[in-house]
């Protein structure tokens, strides 16, 4: 990832570089400098759509700077959520491989930064660089990251839902961060709830225990980690009987 240098990081197979939690970009670090002398860099406002659902894909998108989300919107107007993405992930690349229109929507969360590129120079960038069983076993990792994000819905209380959420926002925002103060910033209440798969007030509710255990500060927008280990604690699966009683989807939803 830009964000982090190689603190906490270590080479895995293919020059792909992992963090000490697992997080996987891609890319080597020199394919990745490469890749982004490929296009234009283009700065996103706060809120502003990187990627239209439905339009044509004509170009991706490789974010340097800042934290988006990935949503799709159904017909009836409910938006469902999908992912956060972070510095070091490429942005709309299946509608550039499969020619088809894109799938999904891109917000920007906070202010990004992300370099364009045309979808015909990337194809051809990828084959000349051997670069296609990467982005295979990127679009795996993602099936596996979704997947387990549904798995976690239907299995795990409320409370530990929502403090994986933020340890993976934590993991996009400040890479091997382990004891430092991150700051999460730009995310709504909504949002949030929306990637736990809850209401709002149950947010509010899960948010309010992990402020009394002194894990976290919150005010508008600004989620301010302050204990990681705490938070890690709060996101180790419990047995049910002991915080399902507060926090299981039947009872907080």
Not at 58 to 78: I, Y
Not at 83 to 92: N, V, Y
Not at 98 to 120: F, I, K, Q, S, Y
């Amino acid at each position: 990832m830009e964000a982090g240098g190689s603190r906490g990081r270590v080479r895995g197979r293919a020059g792909r570089v992992q963090d000490r939690r697992g997080r996987r970009r891609v890319l080597s670090d020199e394919s990745w400098r490469e890749l982004r002398d490929q296009g234009a860099t283009r700065a996103f406002r706060e809120r502003s759509v990187m990627l239209r659902q439905g339009s044509a894909g004509t170009h991706l998108l490789a974010l340097t700077d800042g934290l988006a989300k990935v949503v799709c919107r159904e017909p009836g107007g409910v938006v469902t959520w999908l992912a956060f993405r972070g510095p070091g992930d490429l942005l709309g690349e299946v509608s550039v491989f499969n020619g088809t229109p894109r799938m999904a929507e891109v917000v920007a969360l906070t202010p990004c930064t992300a370099v364009v590129l045309e979808a015909e120079r990337f194809r051809r960038f990828i084959e000349q660089h051997g670069l296609i069983m990467d982005l295979m076993r990127q679009a795996l990792s993602r099936l596996r990251e979704s997947d387990a994000h549904r798995t976690e819905l239907l299995t795990l209380p409320l409370v530990v839902r929502l403090a994986r959420a933020l340890l993976r926002l934590a993991e996009l925002t400040a890479p091997g961060s382990e004891s430092g103060v991150v700051r999460l910033t730009g995310l709504s209440q909504e949002e949030i709830a929306q990637a736990t798969g809850v209401t709002r007030n149950a947010v509010i509710t899960g948010l309010h225990r992990l402020r009394e255990s002194g894990a976290v500060e919150t005010a508008r927008r600004v989620i301010v980690i302050k204990d990681m280990k705490a938070l890690r604690d709060w996101a180790t699966t419990a047995p049910r009987t002991t915080l399902a009683s507060t926090f299981s989807p039947s009872s907080a939803e």
